[in-house]
């Protein structure tokens, strides 16, 4: 094969040295992983994975490597405030770590939150075997990316029994610069035996055309309950790559509820295992692209062990020229018995310009399961909209709550009252007057 | 359109003739020996030679060919396959030895022809034994061709109809899967051996089920198959494909191409049945059936039918699908797929609305046991102009045992916010209350499972005309031995 000139984006992300960090291991590593992206460039809709998401505009841009100013750029607290939410704070700036717009002080006892450049400062051996992880799979260009030029990120844990009370607040935000940037950040989220935790993941910016990527490992152990809280409000200019690795032990429980409102391309790569007799897993999302967005989640939850259960509900609105991407595949591997998994994604088109792409996977190798998925696209019920007009609610009003009301869906059983209030009046800011 | 009807009369005549060449046999050695395996250029001109197909015919094949060679053998499919040496596939053989009586037939075909209760002149045409004497298809077919003629209808193999109505099939062929739409269509379109070619007129109502059963002229249609069939403005076509008995078939690759064209307000119903050898209970051997279907509603209000029961081959791929072009055009498509053993089937449809107001509807009904693995692959797609479309489709998948897998991959593009279109699916074992239920009333576990999944199927079942949906279900309670216990 003959070798074509790389892409502009290749190129620019190749352009800058790599982070020397002084740790052997990783330094080697990140060589490796800058090698094969290099090797491998972007991929391409004729992967499966990337079927429905098409990079060539984003091959044609370049970005300047990391933010040396970032941490002189003057921030509003305000655009991050979220209210039922004003436990420890961990935020970056363009990927940069803001001591002075986290909160670290005074940490409730059992749990641990630092940089992550910080923690492998201390020590870095523990986070060894997470970070050298090797996911030799074809189209992980942004994985690979991440672990190539990742410095900082989150690191968490929480200590066996402990259960935190305040929801920790982690804060990624993009703020405009001279020129466009890629930033990436890498995180390791632990949980022990028996540890709660509630945390809210907050993408927030405004003005800017950043690329940001980020990789996360999410381990909960045995009997760990994590209600995790995703609100992914990115500048509508940028671009935000993730993936997020959840493990879960036995018993241990993962409730997640997301929304995906900004970004123009921003795409979530989610994959549980179940790996743990007992363990539960629920993901409440909604997507919701307009204008040229294209938003896509690709969820993936494998079922490895005897009696797990996962339910997802996700909903999709797409209006004007935006397009909506959602995988959902569920896999039930051999011998996890008493395996049960639902999925549902029901879908809104609210143009003529716009796009649904859906695809529920059911993958089962084992027969004491129940499984079950169901994908709709389609538009408000007739029914309903003749219902509320025929007790004198206008049809643009009618549509409105309607819409409203097939969003709201997704976040009737987050605990967090004041939150979900928040979120509910973002989903309804987000549909069209 | 005057000439077309007098060819049409004239179709009896032709196979009168036709007849008459073939007992006059192809004296050339090729015909005797075959071709040696191996694909080039050559094979093909040779083979288009042996058919005394026109130049046409050959530059077509020819141009498929290099654009078969051009392309990659597709593995998305969830099949695990071995390469196929397509240079070791003779592309013409010699009608093979037949054996004389059933006296020579391999016993457990006989046990399989047995229980599912073929009668027994058919065992003898079924199991590859020299017919004429034994069965008299021909007077039955003769007496059916009278029929289809007066009416208007063509019913011929593919070869015959190359010759005999070049401008039909120069108008059709290619025009609903064109020779490079995939690596397996490719290969067929350069290499197909023959099949059949059904015509109907434009306002006819095909006076009986057409079945390849009783196409006396297209024996031996091998393993690279090709069926087009065309339904002009108005006409109405129930077409019936394979048998419920198990072929005795020695080829291990089938590719075949059906093509479905309905034109305004035109109907056209294609059944399904599939037996192949699936190989042993080891694993061993079976047929590799890779097979492109597609139809096309090109006319407003015109419907196109998929029914199929898949329960034989090693592996399975196939995706009858439709187009919906016309307006108010409606596909469907009701699969009942069996595997057992080491058996693999990656099977679904795709239903493409275009037009305005379309409607499609998919039920498939996946049953894995043994080894097996079973997945349903499908993709309903709404272009931006399909105002109104509507679409609704359904997955049930069936375990039995614990070493099998039930796989569901379909995929939705909506770009028409008038569109509905919905997906639901499950996966499931039979269920202890179920069996207990059976067996409390003192049927057996193997009626039982066997009722079950008749229940199972039964949406689809009805779907078939009625003597196939008895041999259907038949079919399943053979293929199932063994599965339960």
């Known amino acids: 094969m003959s070798q074509p000139a790389p892409l502009p984006f290749v190129a620019s992300l190749l352009d800058a040295p790599l982070p020397a960090s002084g740790i052997a291991w990783l330094d080697a590593l990140r060589r490796a992983h800058l090698d094969a992206f290099a090797a491998a460039g972007l991929p391409d809709t004729r992967m499966e994975a990337w079927k429905y998401t098409a990079l060539r505009a984003l091959g044609q841009r370049r970005y300047a490597n990391g933010d040396a100013q970032a941490a002189a750029r003057a921030v509003d607290p305000a655009a991050f405030d979220l209210p039922g939410v004003d436990g420890p704070r961990l935020a970056f700036v363009n990927g940069v770590f803001r001591a002075d717009l986290s909160a670290l002080d005074d940490l409730p006892a059992g749990l641990v939150l630092q940089p992550l450049a910080q923690a492998l400062r201390q020590d870095a051996e523990p986070l060894r075997f997470v970070l050298s992880r090797h996911e030799p799979e074809q189209g992980d260009a942004f994985v690979r990316l991440n672990a190539a030029r990742a410095e900082d990120g989150v690191a968490l844990k929480v200590a066996a029994g402990a259960k935190i009370a305040a929801p920790v607040h982690l804060v990624f935000l993009g703020a405009p610069a001279e020129s466009d940037l890629a930033w990436h950040l890498r995180h390791v989220i632990e949980l022990g035996e028996g540890a709660e935790l509630a945390l809210v993941e907050h993408h927030v910016g405004a003005e800017q055309q950043h690329l940001g990527t980020a990789v996360g490992d999410i381990t909960l152990r045995d009997g760990a309950v994590l209600r995790q809280v995703l609100l992914q409000q990115a500048a509508t200019g940028s671009s935000l790559i993730r993936r997020s690795r959840l493990q879960l032990g036995a018993r241990a429980q993962a409730t997640l509820h997301v929304l995906e409102l900004g970004g123009a391309l921003a795409r979530h790569e989610l994959r549980a295992e179940l790996a743990g007799d007992g363990a539960r897993l629920d993901t409440r999302g909604v997507f919701m692209p307009r204008g040229r967005q294209h938003i896509d989640t690709q969820l993936a939850i494998r079922h490895q062990a005897l009696n797990t259960a996962s339910e997802s509900v996700w909903r999709g609105v797409a209006d004007q020229r935006a397009r909506g991407v959602f995988r959902g595949a569920i896999l039930v591997a051999p011998g996890a018995d008493g395996s049960d998994a639902s999925l549902s994604n029901k879908n809104l088109l609210l143009s003529g310009q716009a796009e649904i792409d859906t695809k529920p996977e059911l993958e089962i190798y084992a027969d004491e399961v129940k499984a079950a998925h169901g994908a709709t696209v389609g538009q408000l019920d007739e029914r309903s909209l003749f219902y509320l007009r025929s007790r004198g609610i206008p049809h643009d009003e009618a549509r409105a709550l309607l819409t409203a009301a097939f969003c709201r869906a997704v976040l009737d059983d987050l605990p967090n009252a004041a939150l979900r209030e928040h979120l509910a009046g973002l989903l309804a800011n987000q549909l069209p007057d | ?485």
Not at chain 2, 45 to 66: F, G
Not at chain 2, 178 to 200: E, M, T
Not at chain 2, 289 to 298: A, F, Q, Y
């Open chain 2, 1 to 485: 359109m005057a000439s077309t009807r007098n060819a049409l009369r004239d179709n009896a005549g032709v196979a009168e003739a036709l007849g008459r060449n073939y007992s006059a046999g192809f004296v050339t050695e090729i015909e005797m020996t075959g071709l040696p395996p191996g694909l080039d250029e050559e094979t093909i001109r040779q083979l288009s030679a042996i058919k005394r197909e026109p130049e046409w015919m050959t530059e077509w094949r020819l141009a498929a060919y290099r654009h078969w060679l051009t392309m990659p053998q597709p593995d998305w499919a969830k099949l695990k396959m071995d390469a196929i040496d397509y240079q070791a596939i003779s592309y013409y053989a010699a009608p093979k030895q037949a054996p004389k009586s059933l006296d020579e037939v391999d016993p457990a075909l006989l046990e399989t022809y047995e229980k599912l209760g073929v009668p027994l002149h058919e065992r003898a045409a079924l199991a590859g034994v020299a017919v004429d004497a034994v069965f008299d298809s021909v007077s039955v077919g003769t007496t059916f061709r009278k029929q289809l003629a007066e009416a208007g209808v063509i019913f011929c193999s593919m070869s015959e109809a190359i010759r005999e109505h070049p401008e039909l099939v120069q108008k059709y062929l290619g025009s609903v899967v064109p020779p490079g739409d995939n690596f397996f269509a490719a290969l067929n379109s350069a290499v197909f051996s023959d099949g059949s070619f059904v015509f109907i007129p434009r306002g006819v109502r095909c006076p009986m089920e057409l079945s390849t059963y009783f196409r006396i002229n297209a024996q031996n249609t091998g393993q690279f198959e090709r069926t087009l069939i065309v339904a002009e403005e108005g006409a109405h076509v129930s077409y019936l494909e394979g048998c419920t008995a198990p072929k005795r078939d020695e080829n291990q690759l089938h590719a075949a191409v059906v093509e479905l064209v309905a034109l305004e307000r035109a109907q056209i119903k294609y059944s399904t049945v599939q037996n192949w050898y699936p190989g042993d209970e080891n694993g061993v051997g079976g047929i590799y059936n890779l097979v492109t279907k597609r139809g096309d509603c090109r006319g407003d209000d015109s419907k196109i039918s998929w029914t199929q029961v898949e329960t034989g081959s090693a592996i399975t791929w196939k995706y009858p699908s439709v187009v919906l072009r016309g307006d108010r055009s409606v596909g469907e498509f009701h699969s009942v797929a069996l595997t057992h053993h080491y058996q693999q089937a990656d099977t679904g449809t795709k239903m493409i609305h275009i037009g305005k107001d379309t409607k499609s509807k998919i039920v498939s009904k996946g049953i894995s046991a043994g080894r097996s693995n079973n997945s349903y692959r499908g993709l309903v797609k709404v272009e931006k102009g399909a105002e109104r479309a509507r679409n609704y489709t359904q997955c049930d998948s069936l375990l039995i045992g614990k070493k099998c897998g039930a796989h569901t991959f379909p995929y939705m593009e909506v770009k028409n916010p008038s569109a509905i279109v919905e997906h639901e699916a499950t996966t499931s074992k039979i269920s202890d209350d179920q069996m207990f239920y059976c067996r409390s009333r003192g049927i057996g576990e193997e009626d039982a499972v066997s009722m079950i999944v008749d229940g199972f199927c039964k949406q689809v079942f009805r779907e078939l005309p009625m003597e196939f949906a008895v041999e259907a279900k038949k079919l399943l309670e053979v293929s199932l031995e063994g599965a339960v216990g």
